[in-house]
């Protein structure tokens, strides 16, 4: 089965830092872009984060850029984001996403999801 | 920046109808335009990408169109489980800055 399954959030501190995980399975991992996207509570859909199939090119939203790293190890079929700094507005639940390949942006496989709760 | 406007932010419609949401961006993205379908507590799933191709196993009672600015989202003969929060996206920057329509709930009549 193709599938995306993400770990890592849990409650943290203002000023802390969080390390999600995005582990695949299902398909030929290395050969698609995976991207991060988010949702606050009751709200719409943000996307904050792009790492290209061979991990070298990487983008970020203006509102996590210089405090969130993404990364991927393709031998391991999983992606990762690291968030410093956390403020309470990256309260979210927080997925990644596949992108089709060709396509850059459409994304055809999601995870669960994994919430992030940031608070004193 | 991009701006992506869904309209209306809530339709009611009773099953067996048809519905058509539409979603503006404030600038052409051309073609690089998906849908996305979510249920609560469920993540999104894709419908239409490219405007208006039908993600796989994606019903043909729903349907793409448009391009550049103007996109809709046509669903036929609303079923049950077709009620949900709908959602465009842009895809076309590069350097990404993907956008997100603020969603529009499809609730039962």
């Known amino acids: 089965e193709v599938q995306l399954v993400e770990s890592g959030g849990g409650l943290v501190q203002p000023g802390g830092s969080l390390r999600l995980s995005c582990a695949a399975s299902g398909f030929t991992f290395s050969s698609y872009e995976i991207n991060w996207v988010r949702q606050a509570p009751g709200k719409g859909l943000e996307w904050i984060s792009y790492i290209s199939s061979g991990g070298l090119t990487m983008f970020y939203a203006d509102s996590v850029k210089g405090r969130f790293t993404i990364s991927r190890v393709n031998a391991k079929k999983s992606v990762y984001l690291q968030m410093n700094s956390l403020r309470g507005e990256d309260t979210a639940l927080y997925y990644c996403?596949?992108?089709?390949?060709?396509?850059?942006?459409?994304?055809?496989?999601w995870g669960q999801g994994t919430m992030v709760t940031v608070s004193s | 920046e991009m701006v992506m406007t869904q309209s209306p932010a809530t339709l009611s419609v009773s099953p067996g109808e048809g519905a058509t949401l539409s979603c503006r961006a404030s600038q052409s993205v051309s073609s690089n335009l998906a849908w996305y379908q979510q249920k609560p507590g469920q993540a999104p799933r894709l419908l239409i990408y490219g405007a208006s191709t039908r993600a796989t196993g994606i019903p043909a009672r729903f349907s793409g169109s448009g391009s550049g600015t103007e996109f809709t989202l046509t669903i036929s003969s609303l079923q049950s489980e077709d009620f949900a929060v709908y959602y465009c996206h842009q895809y076309n920057d590069w350097p990404p800055v993907y956008t997100f329509g603020q969603g529009t709930k499809l609730e039962i009549k």
């Open positions: 996403a596949r992108a089709i390949v060709g396509t850059q942006g459409a994304f055809d496989i």
